[in-house]
């Protein structure tokens, strides 16, 4: 039963959401665009959303926990300058002679790298998929859905409002930036596969959540 999970500690919990708070207080304060602010951190309120809504009857591992967290960090931060204009991405472009700001990037390698740990176990934990090929190819495919769908959004804000989403689109020019976004998401989903597999099912199997 998922209410007789352990779930993190209150010090973890704490910690947690004065991270969550803190960088979100300062990303707020006098952001590149608000339009732009409130359309990238708003899946990060959806996102704290839905754990205060299936904290007790679907607690998850301590490693989802802290993925959401990270992945709410990289949006507020790319909400905060706009993607397009991260300092320290405008100096990694100086040295390594990008042609443009590469933070958004990052934040759909996060896209594809966070909610692939997140899509492994819940099909784990209810038995959807067993371990092996199929789990990895359907994380994958949910990967790569997740990120078609995000950049359907985008294009649909953009028909909306015009001018006004080119922050939130972030193409900076760059003709095939849909198609790399995309690219960048699978690839970070097969990057949290390879690299967290082996310690999230050490932390289910440590829940007794791990049944598959």
Known sequence: MADALPRPSVAARVLWLAVYFVVLLWSGIEPKDRFTWVLEVFPAWVGLAVLAATWRRFPLTPLAYWLILLHSVVLMVGGHYTYAEVPLFERLSEWFGWQRNNY??????????????????????????RRGGWLAF????????????????????AALT??????????QGYAWDTQSDMLMALVGAAAALGLLSGRHDRQLQAMGADKA
């Open 162 to 171: 015009g001018t006004a989403a080119e922050a939130f689109l972030g193409t």
């Open 138 to 157: 359907v994380v994958l495919c949910f990967a790569l859905a997740l990120s078609a769908a995000y950049e359907l959004l985008e294009w649909a804000v």
């Open 104 to 129: 958004d990037k990052l934040g759909h390698f996060a896209q594809g790298f966070v909610p692939a740990i997140l899509a492994r176990e819940v099909l784990l934990r209810l038995r959807v998929v």
